[in-house]
């Protein structure tokens, strides 16, 4: 019919992919003095009367906050991977490698990983309407993505995808994910309940926004955690209050650990609002139980907490999902019991459409003066983008067995899936056959955070390079190989204990290479630093 | 049932203080009562195509090839896209690091900000630098991430046009800074007199303000003024004596309806004054996607190009984007189509010049009709629409008018706009929600509405104007006679 193998547009995409990385070095990274301005961090030595007097945007004159707050998943190890891909375009000797293998960001698509041709059919459609009435059309689409793009057409007012819509979300997409919301978890979901936003960030800096006043009100996070909660917290001036996960029980999350904590802040005066968890876990990978989930709730709904459930991560090959929605439900918790709003995006699971800034929040069990500013402060923004709106939806309600589309779709869907529980495994063995490397099964969620127990001279060495013992070990590992890992320090860990991230992202056919390489180099770097 | 979660007395403080009037009280109530079946005529907000206005047909084109790529692999694609069409999605894709599903730089994608510096250098004969150029999801988001940056507590300063869009108050309330006002002048076409910024500045320094930056919306909204190269410069020269930022949100560059001042950006003339002043004063430039003739809102496509701003407080406000990871990718495209427009020889660029240039004429249009319609009442004088999309008649309330509004718990023009709304269906946003001189009233509607509906909209107006002003005031009726 219409489909053809994504040929030579799937080569474009493949040497733009190559392209960039190296064209991302080109052109400067964040961490060198930019060539317009002089060494020193001023803008210009000849100016006159104003220049006694610190300019308003400088290091010392901005916001401390914004000084304060970290994001290590886009840091130095990234900035180091590219200067040295420069290096290996200008000289393929430059180093013992040829390419860099980047592990470091769940940023599937960059690594060759296809969209869902359904849902980028339907998109294609509401981008550009007007062909919807030509004939030719039909040659070119399934007949399902062109009713389902009338059908999404018809809920926008005017069929204008260009508009402002409501600033929660065009109504007849937030039903269509309530409806989803409620297929999946067996409980009623309220489309007036769901905030669409560009990507889940935004949703998670407007509950910061709301909850936090001052530094002494404090917000409960996993350790590790992805450090969007840390940066946050830190930009909105609160206090974040760590939580360890169990890595021993494959980073189980006990209550006891959460009570513990909770008391101790509250000893130094600060008062816990909020607790973040983030299922399944980033970095960690797990998935958690659901009698431990019941633990959470019940933990929250005792001490006055906000439950704020990241559940972007959710793609699960063997261990069932249940929704913190669905839990507290079941419990038989409703919206006065209970305060919990649930975080989405499409940039994960088997869609991974991480550029289009699609996402919600699901926010229950608070009081309509609540709810009021919640959308007064989403209303300042006007809407969040339109396409990511679509794909939100479209991912909430996908094909379903009889439609046109259903086969290659699950086709599609089933084949991403099973590669990565493939790649999931091929590297969970590869980690664990390391000396002095203990790595948790990859649950759900796209990463694996592998223990590594470093020698006490290898520790000396990263002291001496002046850098945390994880991060000399993964910038080691990257000079030697051109794998790029992301260090644990980036995402917190017990102290005395060192991990590195690493997403399961990268295309099949390397994953062979980057075993080897990096058994080889484990093996090396042992072999120096061994007691 | 345990402790109470999060309620309204125990969140942050300055999320309450916040007002954003645009989608405010008038709307929700203009959203209640399309619910129940009355005709509503949207003019609250700059919204081009949610009132008719169709979108450009060549980015759509474009745009949809990229989010679609097999669609370049059909022998039939150029069956219903173009080849120039077709030619500019290969050239995008070759742009992204991977398709539209990939994240790109936190910064935006490197060779779309190299399109934008092209576009900046050409409209204003000065280099640009594209790592200087941060794309963001609508231009909203850039103004709050630098403001975010700018103020560090209540003692800090912004200066704000009165009247604004509250973007700007909303932000500074909600980043806990202090609004420094400073007056556009009504009777001199809303015109800045450089001697109400000095008044203001002294004002807030008084109080213990420290001031730190300054806003200028050029052109203005709601208020339309299009700037004056003179008084651009005497702004930056102030800037420069007073140590301040100046913030250029000049995302309505494209929409200007007279030829004595066509749009100057901040940063020409601020190049053109030289050193020291142009390797001195710090700026910050807004533009967007969403209005000019594009009208693109819901792509949420914007951008900010800092000038003078030191490489270490850029790597700051680069890593607070990095945590947004990155910008929408589609909008990222549209940007790049937008300063990167066809060439005369490309097979739609006719196409493109037709429905460009209707939009624009069409804009001219309805900016006239609607500045004559509201001067024909006796009790409204409106400032000419120099530029942007806005109308912002100021309406002479009689006193039994205002006092209704006070019983009626009311501030005089939210009275007057309910009512508005409820006898019309036209859904406007007071001016109280832009900031105005005490004891003047203004409202604020959007010429966007189809030219072809406006002869009904503004009788419509009239009607119920002169309907009201009987109402409220004496011998209305006989004085008009």
Known sequence: MRRFVIGSARNLIESSRQKYQFERSILSSPYRFLSSSPAADSPSSSSSSSSTMAHPVSLNTINPKVIECEYAVRGEIVTLAQKLQEEIQTKPDAHPFEEILYCNIGNPQSLGQQPITFFREVLALCDHPAILDKSETQGLFSADSIERAWQILDQIPGRATGAYSHSQGIKGLRDTIAAGIEARDGFPADPNDIFLTDGASPAVHMMMQLLIRSEKDGILCPIPQYPLYSASIALHGGTLVPYYLDEATGWGLEVSELKKQLETSRSKGITVRALVVINPGNPTGQVLAEENQKAIVEFCKQEGLVLLADEENVYVPEKKFHSFKKVSRSMGYGEKDIALVSFQSVSKGYYGECGKRGGYMEVTGFGADVREQIYKVASVNLCSNISGQILASLVMSPPKVGDESYESYSAERDGILSSLARRAKTLEDAFSKLEGVTCNKAEGAMYLFPRIDLPEKAIKAAEAAKKAPDAYYCQRLLAATGIVFVPGSGFGQVPGTWHFRCTILPQEEKIPAIVTRLTDFHKSFMDEFRG | ?481
Not at chain 2, 156 to 181: E, R
């Open chain 2, 1 to 481: 049932m345990g402790l109470k979660a999060l309620d309204y007395e125990t969140m942050n403080e300055n999320v309450k203080k916040v007002q954003y009037a645009v989608r405010g009280e008038l709307y929700l109530r203009a959203s209640e009562l399309q619910k129940e079946g009355k005709k509503i005529i949207f003019t609250n907000v700059g919204n081009p195509q949610a009132l008719g206005q169709k979108p450009l047909t060549f980015p759509r084109q474009v745009v949809a090839l990229c989010q679609a790529p097999f669609l370049l692999d059909d022998p039939n694609v150029g069956l219903i896209f173009p080849a120039d069409a077709i030619a500019r999605a290969k050239h995008y894709l070759s742009l992204t690091s991977g398709g539209l599903g990939a994240y790109s730089d936190s910064r935006g994608i490197p060779g779309v900000r190299k399109e934008v510096a092209e576009f900046i250098e050409r409209r204003d004969g000065y280099p640009s630098d594209p790592e200087l150029i941060f794309l963001t999801d609508g231009a909203s988001k850039g103004v709050m991430q630098i403001l975010n940056c700018i103020i560090r507590g209540q003692g800090d300063g912004v200066l704000v046009p009165v009247p604004q869009y509250p973007l700007y108050s909303a932000t500074i309330s909600l980043f806990g800074g202090s609004l420094v006002p400073y007056y556009l002048e009504e009777t001199a076409n809303w015109g800045l007199d450089v001697n109400n910024l000095r008044e203001s500045v002294a004002q807030a320094r008084f109080k213990g303000i420290t001031v730190r930056a300054m806003v200028i919306i050029n052109p203005g909204n709601p208020t339309g003024q299009c700037l004056s190269e003179a008084n651009l410069r005497e702004i930056l020269n102030f800037c420069y004596q007073e140590n301040l930022v100046l913030l250029g949100d000049e995302v309505y560059q494209q929409n200007i309806y007279q030829d004595e001042r066509p749009f100057i950006s901040s940063r020409k003339v601020l190049m053109d004054m030289g050193p020291p002043i142009s390797k001195d004063v710090q700026l910050v430039s807004f533009h967007t996607v969403s209005k000019g003739y594009w009208g693109e809102c819901g792509q949420r496509g914007g951008y900010f190009e800092m000038t003078n701003i030191p490489p270490k407080t850029v790597d700051e406000i680069y890593k607070i984007a990095s945590i947004s990871l990155s910008p929408n990718v589609p909008a990222q495209i549209f940007m790049g189509l937008m300063v990167n427009p066809l060439k005369p020889g490309d097979v739609s660029y006719d196409q493109f010049v037709r429905e460009s240039k209707g939009i624009l004429e069409s804009l001219r249009r309805r900016a006239r009709i609607m500045t004559d319609g509201f001067n024909s009442c006796k009790n409204v004088v409106c400032n000419f629409t120099e530029g942007a999309m806005y109308s912002f008649p100021q309406l002479r309330l009689p006193p039994k008018a205002i006092e209704a509004a006070k019983q009626a718990g009311k501030v005089p023009d939210v009275f007057y706009c309910l009512k508005l709304l409820e006898a019309t269906g036209i859904s406007t946003v007071p001016g109280s929600g832009f900031g105005q001189k005490e004891g003047v009233f203004h409202l604020r509607t959007t010429i966007l509405p189809a030219e072809e509906d406006m002869p009904e909209i503004m009788s419509s107006f009239k009607k119920f104007n002169d309907e009201f002003m009987a109402q409220y005031e004496d011998n209305w009726n006989r004085s008009r006679m």
